[in-house]
């Protein structure tokens, strides 16, 4: 089959090109790109929380949210946005399954205003997300800020202990480490992609600040997490004893910055089991597996397990009032949403890996088309995008996170990176095969 012409530059740049701009165009940003872009500064910046006036006098992030609902609504409402694929159908009926299903069942008023507000959000973000990035640059543009938001979170996050007090996603210490975490297959990517020396610096900072906000807050599960990126990362390397050896490099320079109580911490992972934190969220989760058993099908109700803990525990371990967490992303989904939920949650999964399959079509397909070095940088993005998912799963087994937007957000960037693939062997004249 004769190619069509000019396809190798099949958005007008091509990704090598691109990894050679320190700054993006102006036809790169949009207003969608500008809302998203202005709640990952105000959320995972943490810039409402630094300066209360922006939340309490100037409302930012309740404007952010209100405009890009609407901006949702009129994207589905003029058809300028494509909702016909798996994971955008499965995400949909999460979200209005937890937002209709929270007002018939979550007890507490305030956590049960706040998740129709958080998933309504969620839901509309999405729908930005894909209507408005649509080319490799604009994704770059976006995760950039994301990075960099992430960036100040966590210099903030080093000087306050190794958490940031006024921002509600990672006030805690095992938060901010996850999120880090997850920030770091991208910075680690980019600054072995980039070609640009002043961005691969940028990048290094990023990765410098992540690890060294990792290890100031002393979480165990956050150091897993940092252990399953840096592996998955090398993994996807092509020189792996090389870059094997700069990324220990890079881990025992930061090691040796390393309170000591980060190391008291890690001891405790010796003691398995028996260790007292471990032992109580294990007991956490036989609650939480206690309550799935007497409500198999749709749970106990979003954000309720704290609320039905007493009930559990019936005075075994704790005072009769005490609400507790359950400390547990995938236990916290069987328990509160059921089989029903969890089946929605793992169909989500399935269609995200599908996302990752689909990237041999996309090698298949456009090897002839396209710059082998582009066609090798989008498969490693598409690599980093599947990693992140993996890291956020190896901090979630010990964190409630139903509310959050990290994984939320997670999702968007693969979805976004699935799309923009298609569109480019659209573009080429070649059309994927298989369910989206």
Request: aromatic share 16%; net charge positive.
């Amino acid at each position: 089959m004769t190619s069509p012409p000019n396809t190798k530059k099949v958005e007008n740049d091509t990704v090598h090109y691109l990894l050679q701009r320190i700054f993006p165009k102006a036809s790169d940003v949009n207003a969608g790109i500008v809302l998203i872009c202005a709640y990952i500064i105000a959320e995972f910046g943490s810039i409402v929380s630094m300066y209360s006036f922006l939340n309490y006098q100037l409302r930012i992030p309740f404007l952010i949210a209100t405009v890009t609902i609407f901006y949702a609504v009129y994207l589905i409402v003029t058809r300028k946005v494509e909702l016909k694929s798996g994971i955008a159908t499965t995400f949909t009926v999460i979200c209005l399954f937890i937002i209709i299903y929270s007002q018939l069942s979550t007890k507490i008023p305030y956590v049960r205003d706040g998740l129709w507000k958080s998933f309504s959000f969620y839901l509309s973000a999405y729908v930005v997300c894909i209507a408005s990035i649509k080319r490799i640059s604009q994704f770059i543009l976006v995760v950039d800020v994301w990075l960099a938001s992430i960036l100040f979170s966590s210099f903030h996050g080093i000087m306050q202990g190794g958490l940031v007090w006024g921002n509600k996603w990672i006030r805690d210490e095992n938060e901010l480490a996850l999120l880090v975490a997850m920030a770091l297959p991208y910075a680690l990517t980019f600054c072995l992609q980039h070609k640009s020396k002043i961005k691969r610096f940028c990048y290094l900072m990023c990765i410098v600040a992540y690890l060294g906000a990792n290890i100031v807050a002393s979480s165990r599960g956050g150091m897993i997490s940092i252990a399953i990126a840096i592996f998955f990362f090398w993994l996807i390397l092509k020189k792996k004893f090389r870059n094997f050896l700069l990324l220990l490099l890079i881990v025992v320079i930061s090691l040796n910055f390393a309170p000591p109580v980060f190391f008291e911490e890690m001891k405790t992972l010796q003691q398995g089991t028996e260790e007292a934190t471990a032992d109580s969220r294990l007991y956490f989760w036989t609650k939480g597996l206690e309550m799935f058993y007497d409500h198999p099908f749709f749970g106990v109700g979003p954000e309720n397990y704290p609320y039905y803990f007493p009930r559990y525990d019936n005075g075994e371990r704790f005072d009769r009032r005490t609400m507790r967490p359950i400390h547990s992303f995938p236990i916290q989904w069987l328990a509160e949403m059921g089989g029903v939920g969890f089946g929605l949650l793992l169909l989500l999964q399935m269609k995200l890996l599908g996302n990752w399959r689909f990237q041999n079509s996309y090698v298949a397909e456009m090897a002839s088309r396209e710059d082998p070095e582009d066609i090798d940088t989008i498969v490693v993005f598409t690599h980093t995008a599947l990693i992140v998912q993996i890291t956020f799963w190896g901090g979630a087994l010990f964190l409630s996170l139903m509310s959050y937007p990290f994984y939320w957000f997670a999702i968007f960037f693969s979805d976004v990176l699935r799309r923009i693939m298609e569109n480019r062997m659209k573009i080429a004249g070649v059309f994927p095969e298989g369910e989206k």
